[in-house]
């Protein structure tokens, strides 16, 4: 898949990179990125920090249905404009942050900078989300992309995304994909760190979900604030409800059971390697699989 934002305005004369931001004509003092793979509990982090009203309010500012959106009602031209914008309507606290998945950090990185700015010296905070159990994160993927709901609010209402699987049987083919496609660019990203000697912040779903307040004070403390205000921030977190509710489908467990029963060996093989696999032999898993 090429990269649509190109086609929005990456393409443009007018170009920009984060680090050449004027932060300071935003009141902006720090800013940091939430760099994840899908489905892996992104969006309830995001919402999570944008309650404390701390953090600012990151969002998938570079989602190219994002970008559309935001075009379609300021007329903007080239993402300089744009990037000005969203820091305007996104910041807090002297705080900006950005959520931003893997494919898409592998589309636009170059275009505004992002791959200079991780380096060990870097004082940018880099979280790093993804989810042990990848199994259940292709699963995820796969049902979302064929049904389009990929999220529910806490009232029951739906959020709707795009649906490339809508005429396709939820079948062995499409959860390899969706699993191969995650690790591919796990690993990618990975290299990236070890190239750059970038050293994120690691969380994982399964810690956002089972230790909620410790992993949220441990993104807070590497955000920089000070102590007194995490503290006061996890106490009001854990007097709201949660802004999204899990999205289960019928069964899984035994859908995933039963998977994993057929494919075991590689299954195995494939995650006793895990992060270790080249990006040409997992290419070629993929192709296989499409």
């Known amino acids: 898949m090429q990269n649509p934002i190109n086609s929005l305005f990456l393409n443009s004369e007018t170009t920009v990179r984060m680090a050449d931001v004027d932060w300071a004509s935003h009141g902006v003092a720090n800013w940091y990125v939430l760099l994840c793979t899908g489905r892996s509990g992104s969006t309830l982090l995001s919402r999570m920090l944008t309650s ?35 820091i305007k309507q996104h910041s807090r606290n002297g705080i900006f942050g950005f959520k931003i998945d893997a494919l898409r950090f592998e589309w636009i990185s170059r ?25 259940a994160q292709a699963l ?22 795009p649906t490339p699987y809508r005429d396709s049987e939820l079948d062995d083919r499409l959860i390899w994909r969706e699993l191969l496609e995650i690790l591919r660019m796990e690993q990618n990203i990975e290299n990236l760190f070890l190239e750059k000697r970038c050293f994120p912040l690691r969380i994982t779903y399964e810690q956002l979900i089972s230790e909620k307040s410790p992993t ?18 996890l106490k009001v977190i854990s007097e709201r409800p949660e802004p999204l509710l899990k999205l289960e489908r019928d069964n899984k467990p035994m859908f995933l059971a039963r998977f994993y029963k057929r494919h075991k060996i590689p299954l195995d093989v494939i995650m006793a390697n895990r992060g270790r696999l080249s990006l040409d032999t997992l290419g070629k898993m993929i192709s296989a699989w499409n």
């Open 52 to 86: 404390t009203g701390l953090c600012g309010s990151p969002d998938e500012f570079f989602n190219e249905n994002y970008v559309k959106n935001i075009q379609d009602r300021n007329n903007f031209d080239n993402i300089k404009d744009y990037i000005n914008y969203i």
């Open 111 to 135: 275009d505004i900078g992002l791959d200079e700015t991780f380096n060990t010296n870097s004082d940018v905070p880099l979280i790093w989300l993804t989810r042990q159990d990848v199994l």
């Open 140 to 161: 995820s993927f796969a049902h979302a992309k064929r049904t389009g709901i990929w999220h529910i609010r806490d009232d029951g209402t739906h959020i709707r995304g």
């Open 216 to 233: 949220l004070a441990r993104v807070l403390a590497k955000l920089g604030l000070p102590l007194d205000q995490i503290d006061i921030s």
